[in-house]
């Protein structure tokens, strides 16, 4: 079934054409009485504006990409959460897609969406990501804003954590507590998110003369962290401390070490980052890295809006500050 045109609409309400659209474009001055017409004619008729031809014939498109690692992850829900709320404000739609670190797929998604003519893309890159993978965003003028995870030298937009700042806080707050001997669980060391959080233990520890930390990278999953710690423990048993890449990593470790018999926080601490809801109702609860995930989606979003609308604002960094919330998985004492 054909849908009628905006002309065809117009004609058999008696009215012209423009006051048609400019009811549909919210432009022009329509009384009240002609826009409650015009918008329950477009109601029945089940009339949906085409997008693709706006686009093509204003050169304007109020579609944004939004590529993120994991759908699942109540991280990036509530960052994209965040962004989707901005971007909607202003008017515009988000489309979502995730690559699950797949750097494939992340190239797939990418053609996708400057392929439809997208106005902007908000990117949290793959691992292993190089700047030569967004150059196809680049090529047709689409603006991009990374957020979390960098890519070195890239000079493009950038919201995300001081994870150095967050980890350095961890760690002091553990070796007051008395732990020693570190291990760092998780995360790819291509990204900029694990080189920060694991430089931050490694420098904390340097500086009160401990030793170095055992580095053990990896998927940022729960499976993770719970087979890498029943690995880890039995063959270092002098281990008492895990800082985990995030609060995932963390739950796991935590489980493991329960399996094991060991107690958590008294014989060995955990510490995560994120501060996820579930964060809190671990037992014991989870010590853990808080980061304002709506002002992160919030000024991602922001900062592309800004980039659509004057294309050559000079491009920034953003670290947003976290705070460390302390809870019993490292409260120990010396």
């Known amino acids: 079934m054909r849908q009628p045109n905006t002309t065809e609409i117009a004609r058999a309400l008696g009215l012209s054409r423009a006051t048609v659209s400019n009811v549909i474009n919210g432009k022009g001055r329509v009384s009240k009485g002609t826009r409650d017409r015009v918008e329950a004619a477009l109601k029945e008729a089940g009339y949906v504006r085409d997008l693709g031809a706006v686009a093509l014939k204003t050169g304007k498109s109020r579609l944004v990409g939004v ?18 709320s901005h971007l909607s404000e202003a008017g515009f739609t988000t489309v979502l897609g995730q690559t699950k670190d797949d ?26 990501t190089t700047l030569d993978d967004l150059k196809i965003a680049a090529i047709r003028d ?19 954590i001081d994870d150095k700042h967050g980890s350095e806080m961890l760690g002091v707050h553990m070796v007051a507590q008395g732990y020693r001997n570190f291990a760092v669980l998780g995360g790819f060391p291509s990204t900029t998110t694990f080189q920060g959080r694991s430089a931050g233990v490694i420098e904390t520890l340097r500086t009160a003369g401990l030793p170095a930390p055992r580095v053990c990278p990896g998927p940022i999953t729960e499976e993770f962290g719970y087979a890498e710690t029943l690995r880890l423990y039995p063959r270092f048993p002098e281990l008492d401390a895990i800082a985990a890449h995030n ?13 094991l ?54 491009c920034g960094v953003i670290r947003m500050q976290p705070e460390l919330i302390v809870r019993a998985s490292t409260r120990r004492g010396k």
Do not use: W
Request: with cysteine; proline share 5%.
């Open 67 to 84: 590529i993120v690692t994991d759908i699942a992850n109540p991280f990036y829900a509530a960052v994209v959460s965040s962004i989707e």
């Open 103 to 128: 750097l494939d797929r992340q190239m797939q998604l990418l053609k996708e969406c400057v392929g439809t003519g997208i106005a902007g893309l908000i990117v949290n890159p793959c691992a292993g």
């Open 142 to 160: 689409v603006p991009v804003v990374l957020f979390v995870r960098d890519l070195a030298g890239s000079g493009l937009e950038l919201v995300a």
């Open 247 to 259: 609060d995932f990593v963390a739950l796991g470790a935590l489980r493991a070490l329960r399996e």
């Open 261 to 314: 018999g060991v107690s958590v926080g008294s014989d060995v601490g955990i510490g995560g980052f994120d501060n996820l809801n579930f964060s809190q109702l671990c037992d014991p609860p989870l010590t853990t890295v808080n980061v304002c995930l709506s002002s992160i989606g919030a000024e991602a979003g922001r900062r592309l809006l800004a980039r659509i609308r004057k294309p050559d604002t000079p």
